[in-house]
Antibody, heavy 118, light 107 residues
Framework: EVQLVESGGGLIQPGGSLRLSCAVS????????MSWVRQAPGKGLEWLSV???????QYADSVRGRFTISRDNSENTVYLQMDSLRADDSAVYYC????????????WGQGTLVTVSS | DIQMTQSPSTLSASVGDIVTITCRAS??????LAWYQQKPGTAPKLLIY???YLQSGVPSRFGGSGSGTEFTLTISGLLPDDFATYYC?????????FGPGTKVEIK
């Protein structure tokens, strides 16, 4: 059974940093594409970043330069380092898997809530 | 980025109804389109991929069609479990994008 379990969310002040983790079981993160998608309260879904199986990385314009995706193959875990956080970064952050290029997000974590507020 | 739109934004329907949701892309995406169902407090669930293929385990009352820039999701015979928000998503480009969602409510 495939499981994606996010952690690391919480309340953070504007300008602060937070690192989200996504512990994966049932598949190997280095052999697939892993992304982060967020959803602001009451809003739609926004893709943020992907790390490909070959290690290449892409970011959405809204987070490029502030967020960094990475993975630890030995821990089978994907991370999202979030810096210079703003109020509009408040959202539930989901870790998601796609098999390869031009495939949908077939596995989702349960999400972790990030609230940016003073 | 490829922009996705959905209509309607809200749909009121009764159990047993056939409902159709439309999704449009700002440029052609071939059939690189998925549909997701999301219930409050839970993660989205993949229903349809490649515009018309049913994800494993998804009931056959869900169907998808379309190609290019216009797509539809049809639910044939709405059940109480189907009241939720539905999102389309394109994965043709490096930056996947989602539609704004269609909420299917009980009439």
């Amino acid at each position: 059974e495939v499981q994606l379990v996010e952690s690391g969310g919480g309340l953070i002040q504007p300008g602060g940093s937070l690192r989200l983790s996504c512990a994966v079981s049932g598949l190997t993160v280095s052999s697939t594409y892993m992304s982060w998608v967020r959803q602001a309260p009451g809003k739609g879904l926004e893709w943020l970043s992907v790390i490909y199986s070959d290690g290449q990385i892409q970011y959405a314009d809204s987070v490029r330069g502030r967020f960094t995706i990475s993975r630890d193959n030995s821990e089978n875990t994907v991370y999202l380092q979030m810096d210079s956080l703003r109020a509009d970064d408040s959202a539930v952050y989901y870790c998601v898997r796609s098999r390869r290029w031009t495939t949908p997000f077939d596995y989702w974590g349960q999400g972790t809530l990030v609230t940016v507020s003073s | 980025d490829i922009q996705m739109t959905q209509s309607p934004s809200t749909l009121s329907a009764s159990v047993g109804d056939i409902v159709t949701i439309t999704c449009r892309a700002s440029q052609t995406i071939s059939t690189w389109l998925a549909w997701y169902q999301q219930k409050p407090g839970t993660a989205p669930k993949l229903l349809i991929y490649d515009a018309s293929y049913l994800q494993s385990g998804v009931p056959s009352r869900f169907g998808g069609s379309g190609s290019g820039t216009e797509f539809t999701l049809t639910i044939s015979g709405l059940l109480p479990d189907d009241f939720a928000t539905y999102y389309c998503q394109q994965y043709e480009s490096i930056s996947p994008t989602f539609g704004p969602g269609t909420k299917v409510e009980i009439k």
